[in-house]
């Protein structure tokens, strides 16, 4: 093994929702490990901040302003990167979020948005890319951004927890049916991970000094519930993405790899007042 399992140079990768948290921080790890890359973002400001950092790392990048929920915008978008780059190697289905309600309350116009944001996207995406990538007979990899909550129940995120559900077995899916094109298909699941949206940054530039600052007692609740005692990092997604994406995972398809910190593993296990492992109600 050398540093070259790693090297993304010469790879044209496309990601969804690009232009800020999760998605921005996996297009400049991306970048940065030589890829050119492309987006897919709804918000025009956050299409000109990425192009600048992106260009500022010395890779092209073709930023494109579009609504995963509109189909027909998407499929345009996959084609227009086609023509722009004429190969994707890389897909990354990012582009996701939540409203969070109660079951009961949910409104049906609502939960088809969240269906469509958070799993149809993915779908057409998928194929889209698969189609060119198999055109072109040179593998590629396909990295879906599911969450923590696809693997567990998740209250007043029914339909999103669903999706992600739905995102993890199409995973599994699509690296069985895509291995023999050499296209490998993984997710990760992150937990908790400070970005715009998370911040209640949801409109505009990515502007930092906007974001919602945590109280002591809501930091405190990450430290106890969060093994590693605090959320993560937009970046720590963008690695994991990076080696995905890479030769380093060359045999590795199908998987969901969480992000979290260790929530999965610890699975209702969280840290007492007085710091010993309890499974709550217990204090
Ligand atoms: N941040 C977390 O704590 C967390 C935890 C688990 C899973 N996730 C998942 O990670 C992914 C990214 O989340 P994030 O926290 O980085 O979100 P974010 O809101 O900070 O960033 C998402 C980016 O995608 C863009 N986007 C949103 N909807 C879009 C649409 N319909 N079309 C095109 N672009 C769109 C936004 O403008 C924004 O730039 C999502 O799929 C989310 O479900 C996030």
């Known amino acids: 093994m050398d540093s ?24 400049l790890n991306m970048a940065d490990m030589g890829a050119n890359i492309a987006i897919i973002e709804s918000i025009p400001e956050r299409c000109e901040q990425i192009t600048e950092l992106v ?3 010395g890779r ?18 996959l084609d ?3 023509k722009h780059f004429g190969r994707i190697d890389i897909l990354v289905n990012n582009a996701g979020g939540v409203a969070p309600r109660k079951f009961i309350d949910l409104r049906e116009s609502s939960f088809r948005r969240h269906i469509e944001l958070n799993l149809v996207s993915t779908v057409i995406a998928s194929q889209e890319a698969a189609k060119l ?3 072109n007979g040179e593998g590629g990899s396909i990295i879906n951004v599911s969450s923590i909550e696809g693997s567990r129940a998740a209250p007043n ?17 699509l690296a069985v049916e895509l291995a023999e094109h050499d296209i490998r298909v993984n997710t990760l699941a992150p937990d908790m991970t400070d970005t715009p949206g998370l911040r209640g940054n949801l409109t505009g530039p990515v502007d930092e000094s906007t974001w919602i600052q945590r109280s002591e007692a ?57 710091d010993q492992w309890i499974l709550p109600p217990e204090d």
């Open 4 to 27: 070259s399992d790693i090297d993304l140079s010469g790879k044209v990768a496309l990601i969804t929702g690009g232009g800020g948290g999760i998605g921005s921080a996996i297009a």
């Open 55 to 57: 260009k500022q790392r």
């Open 60 to 77: 092209k990048i073709l930023a494109l302003e579009c609504n995963v929920m509109e189909s027909d915008k998407l499929r345009e978008a």
């Open 80 to 82: 227009a990167v086609k």
């Open 133 to 135: 990538m198999i055109e």
């Open 157 to 173: 995120y029914a339909v999103y927890a669903a999706c992600k559900a739905g995102v993890n077995n199409l995973t599994r899916t």
């Open 218 to 274: 809501q930091v405190e609740g990450v430290r106890r519930r969060i093994p590693m005692g605090r959320p993560g990092i937009a970046e720590e997604c963008g690695r994991v993405a990076v080696f995905l994406a890479s030769n380093m995972a060359s045999y590795v398809t199908g998987i969901t790899l969480p992000v979290d910190g260790g929530t999965w593993a610890s699975s209702g296990w969280v840290r007492s007042s007085n």
